[in-house]
């Protein structure tokens, strides 16, 4: 069945560091692929989505691109802020094949330091 | 415009104590779920509705836990006889319907049984 691995964390990074947490998917369909972010105490966000290959998604200076060819949808920052610590989740949605679940990794907590 | 909301966003109850967990989504949506997110996990799934379709009750971990949406909107996640491992946060999303959409999220409720 369709299913989301990401990146085990945790991440510990200084800031203005390059960032790159990795997610790879199976799926039988072509899926949308999307990436959520929460901050502390708080629900999930979507940061970005993409829903075909090769489309890169992008937010607040992270960015991912559908790969078809490695199944991945790795989020990356060149230059990541204090205020990007949070945990993020890989998604996956394939409505014609899977129905309405949607699957999520087990998400990558992000510190980064001053 | 609102996004999902929910209440409340604690919880405290004694074990054996039933909990109603209340979700409203996003004026529209006509798709809704339930995860489950224990302290440093990932989301488990819970429940699933769809317009006035039967709901995905899949994820429903025992027959304590039960779910329903009245007029297609608001939901209330009902846990019987709380168990002190039903301690978690509960998150409900929405989205706008079958197809390749985002989920929105709530903010969560903190259950802790004591």
């Known amino acids: ?114 | 415009g609102a996004g999902v909301s929910q209440s409340p966003s604690n919880k405290v109850t004694e074990k054996g104590k039933d909990v109603e967990l209340r979700c409203d989504p996003i004026s529209g949506h006509t798709a809704l779920y339930w995860y489950r997110q224990s302290l440093g996990q990932g989301l488990e799934f819970l429940i699933y509705f769809q317009g006035n379709s039967a709901p995905d009750k899949s994820g429903l971990p025992s027959d304590r836990f039960s779910a329903e949406r009245t007029g297609g909107s608001v939901s209330t996640l009902t846990i019987q006889r709380t168990q002190q491992e039903d301690s978690a946060v509960y998150l409900c999303a929405s989205k706008r319907g079958t197809g390749n959409y985002e989920q929105y999220f709530g903010p969560g409720t903190r259950l802790t049984v004591t």
């Open chain 1, 1 to 114: 069945g369709d299913s989301v691995t990401q990146m085990e964390g945790p991440v510990t990074l200084s800031e203005e560091a390059f960032l790159t947490i990795n997610c790879t998917y199976t799926a039988t369909g072509y899926p949308s692929l999307f990436w959520y972010v929460q901050y502390p105490g708080e629900g999930l966000q979507l940061l970005l989505k993409a829903t075909k290959a090769d489309d890169k998604g992008s937010n607040k200076g992270f960015e991912a691109t559908y790969r078809k060819e490695t199944t991945s949808f790795h989020l990356e920052k060149g230059s990541v802020q204090v205020s990007d610590s949070a945990v993020y989740f890989c998604a996956l949605s394939d409505p014609i094949n899977t129905g309405n679940q949607f699957y999520f990794g087990t998400g990558t907590s992000l510190t980064v330091i001053p």
